[in-house]
Nanobody, 129 residues
Framework: QVHLVESGGGLVQTGDSLRISCAAS????????MGWFRQAPGEEREFVAA????????SYTDSVKARFTVSRDNAKNTVYLQMNSLAPEDTAVYYC??????????????????????WGQGTQVTVSS
């Protein structure tokens, strides 16, 4: 069982930057691919970004590709999402997720919620206009 805890969310203005983090409880964190998803009120939970076990492969949804960067520090059991040029449509609860599959050669798999085995409780990001 992997326990994931997100942090770093908050209220920011349009154009601001924010970095959110997700800390894992297990030292085997380095074996997992990690994903970030978000859910706005009344919307489905959607894929944002993901990173393979060693950081060698990343994947982003088109709407954040030029603005967000996912990274990880396996020594700290932590994955990060650096978000730049934030806009009101980025407002959502952001969730991190861990997959027992460390890497997919077909990057489309990173975007599939069912591929992830453990989820955090989420952190709220609110972007005011």
């Amino acid at each position: 069982q992997v326990h994931l805890v997100e942090s770093g969310g908050g209220l920011v203005q349009t154009g601001d930057s924010l970095r959110i983090s997700c800390a894992a409880s297990e030292s085997t964190f380095g074996n997992y691919a990690m994903g970030w998803f978000r859910q706005a009120p009344g919307e489905e939970r959607e894929f944002v970004a993901a990173i393979s076990w060693n950081g060698g492969s990343t994947s982003y949804t088109d709407s954040v590709k030029a603005r967000f960067t996912v990274s990880r520090d396996n020594a700290k059991n932590t994955v990060y999402l650096q978000m730049n040029s934030l806009a009101p449509e980025d407002t959502a609860v952001y969730y991190c997720a861990a997959s027992l599959i460390a890497y997919w050669s077909d990057s489309a798999n990173y975007a599939i919620r069912d591929k992830y085995d453990y989820w955090g409780q989420g952190t709220q990001v609110t972007v005011s206009s």
